[in-house]
């Protein structure tokens, strides 16, 4: 079982975890930061891994509009056909 602890006060930390790891069976426990998010609710480590990503990318792993387009009209004549 895996349970969520949200503490607004983060003072309160050492007592709460001391009190954990007194329970029988508790494997770990541990901090996660709360995360930051844009305004659409998109978490902001997932668009800087995605920089990342776009930066590592070059032009031969890339397709032009035109292929994409083509592509997806493609798979589209496909599922539609398949009824």
Same mark, same amino acid.
């Given at each position: 079982m895996t349970v969520n602890?949200?503490?607004?006060?983060?003072?309160?930390?050492p007592f709460?975890?001391?009190l954990l790891e007194k329970l029988k069976g508790v494997k770990?426990?541990?901090?996660? @930061?709360? /995360?930051? *998010?844009?305004?659409?609710?998109?978490?902001?480590w997932f668009i800087e891994r995605l920089a990342d990503y776009a930066d590592r990318m070059e032009e031969?792993?890339?397709?032009? @509009?035109? /292929?994409? *387009?083509s592509n997806a009209r493609k798979k589209a004549c496909e599922l539609y056909s398949r009824k």
């Open positions: 602890i949200e503490l607004e006060n983060a003072e309160d930390f709460i975890k001391e770990s426990v541990s901090v996660q @930061e709360d /995360e930051e *998010f844009y305004e659409d609710g998109t978490p902001k031969k792993d890339m397709i032009s @509009e035109e /292929e994409f *387009f």
